[in-house]
């Protein structure tokens, strides 16, 4: 049976695990996030589709199962695994994506790597991605794709099948013309976006740069633009937007564009806040602390993400401020993104080397400045870090959009602790009450955290019941709700918007 949804997205929708020679299926270990979203559409429609690849030594073996279908909690659907090979894999992820399209993305030409680029390869796996949405999908359905690295998927899928709906979602940031066009590809990928019904971004400014790259290089006609709803208008912002293109038109079609900010499960960390079990982790995380602040920082070992413009800033703020000395700590979550990255393995190293010379210079037997930790932390316990820390300092250099910041806001039931997020966070135009900061100003680094740190119980409880309030319109599920919106706009049969409740 051909499916009415088809999900086309790089990872699979749960985790393999080997029990007694055996394949389980099994859900992903974090609840909160992007993938279970996905996978609850399916409850909405007869049948489902999800595509995705899987590493295979040899794509040819008869044994290597490219369909098999799947009934969990979200519903039954099928999950069709394109066989890549490692060399596949290499050159399509870790050096196209990463290498080439990552660092312009976030606005780093420097760090831009065209040599290595095997874009025959890019251009096969997409196409086979491509395929296999098509071979999935029924008449007039819908095809969701997901992320830069299938960017050449809906151009391909609408040569295969003309008759089905084409969303796409942009799950980074999307830079301005004279950015993206470094890349030497730019026109292919942008008629590409452009063959979709709906092209989705997180906020306006992402789907603003979009619009103007493609007239940079296309006759593209603005059909409609409107003013940016006030939720994401935070005047705080570098990224914000007085108003944003939403209808384009080209090669007599028009395209829909949406921002649309990913947001976190807030009933689910609430109710992970408010446990017995986290209660009494916080309990232990401040008897460790004492009289102390904390201050938290979390996210991936990656040059967008700051970190090292963080820990410079701390060290200013030990030195100008000897009363804080041995009265504030800062935990530095900082996960390595990827082990194949030497860019990423450069940064771990300084981040080491920075973390270990502040704590040389200031500690003492009783007190470390920093304590920094290069591996996963479980959300359970990441969540207790949440509802102690005094301060939550985001800081990245450029973001998407940024969810650890929200789920700060969601874990602080007791509406207490103190947001600083950088400008440049894809989040900084709904967190209006954020102390905000920009991470390429000493000044404004610096000043930001020691005001954070001041800041009196009421101001940081106003603050922290409007963002809260934010992140909790803007959920997860809002965000889900106003995909299906555009996927009505695309005039989506009826039935497919309706056909169920979600799972």
């Known amino acids: ?69 799947i009934d969990d909690a979200y519903g039954k659907y099928t999950v069709s695994r394109l066989p890549l090979t490692p060399e596949q894999v290499t050159s399509f992820y870790h050096v196209s994506s990463k290498e080439a399209f990552w660092p312009i993305l976030h606005g780093f030409k420097e760090r831009y790597n065209y040599d290595p680029v095997d874009w025959p390869t890019f251009r096969e796996v997409n196409w086979a991605f491509a395929e296999a949405a098509a071979a999935e ?31 796409f979602f942009h799950h980074t940031p999307f830079p301005n013309a004279d950015i993206f066009n470094v890349l030497p590809w730019r026109k292919e990928i942008l008629e590409s976006l452009l063959a979709c019904d709906v092209v989705g971004f997180h906020i306006p400014r992402y789907v603003n740069n979009f619009v103007s790259a493609a007239r940079s290089l296309l006759e593209v006609e603005t059909l409609k633009r409107e003013k ?30 949406q921002a649309s900010p990913v947001g976190v499960d807030v009933d689910y960390i609430e109710t992970l806040a408010q446990s017995d079990k986290t209660a009494a982790k916080v309990k ?36 100008t401020r000897p009363d804080l000395r041995g009265k504030v700590r800062l935990m530095h979550v900082s996960v390595a993104a990827n082990s194949n990255m030497t860019a990423y393995e450069e940064i771990q190293r300084d981040l080491e080397h920075l973390a270990g010379k502040i704590n040389g210079r200031y500690g003492t037997f009783e007190w470390q400045p920093i304590a920094l930790i290069s591996r996963p932390v479980p959300f359970e316990d990441l969540v207790a870090y949440y509802r102690a820390a005094d301060v939550a300092w985001i800081t990245p250099l450029a973001d998407g959009m940024n969810l650890v910041c929200k789920e700060y806001c969601a874990a602080r039931t007791d509406e207490d602790g103190v947001l600083v997020l ?30 954070a740190l001041d800041l009196p119980p009421e101001e940081r409880r106003g603050r922290m019941i409007s963002n809260r ?35």
Request: a negative charge; charged letters at 25%; hydrophobic letters at 40%.
């Open 228 to 257: 940016v709803k006030p939720e994401l208008a935070s005047e705080t912002s570098a990224l914000s937007e007085q108003s944003v293109v939403t209808e384009v038109g080209y090669n007599d079609r028009t395209v829909r564009l």
């Open 137 to 167: 999908a029924a008449e007039g359905a819908v095809v969701w794709v997901h992320d830069y690295n299938l960017w050449l998927v809906p151009g391909y899928l609408r040569t295969l099948r003309p008759d089905v709906k084409i969303s």
């Open 469 to 503: 309030k934010m992140v909790k319109l803007q959920d997860i599920r809002f965000w889900a709700e106003d995909q299906m919106q555009a996927f009505g706009a695309g005039e989506v049969p009826v039935d497919l918007i309706t056909g169920g409740e979600a799972a």
């Open 284 to 319: 232990e995380i401040k008897q460790e602390i004492g009289d102390g602040q904390l201050i938290l920082s979390v996210g991936r070992t990656d040059y967008t993400k700051g970190g090292i413009e963080q820990l410079e800033s701390y060290e200013r703020l030990l030195e």
């Open 1 to 69: 049976m051909s499916s009415n949804l088809v999900i086309v997205y790089h990872r699979q929708p749960y985790e393999e695990v080997e029990v007694d020679g055996k394949i389980e299926y099994r859900e992903n270990k974090s609840p909160n996030g992007i993938v279970p979203t996905l996978k609850s559409f399916f409850g909405r429609v007869d049948k489902g589709a999800w595509i995705a690849w899987k590493h295979a030594d040899d794509p040819a073996n008869p044994d290597f199962e490219r369909v098999i279908e």
């Open 422 to 451: 950088s400008e440049f966070a894809g989040a900084a135009v709904e967190l209006a009450a954020a102390v905000p900061t920009n991470p390429f100003s000493h000044k404004s680094m610096d000043g930001a955290i020691q005001f």
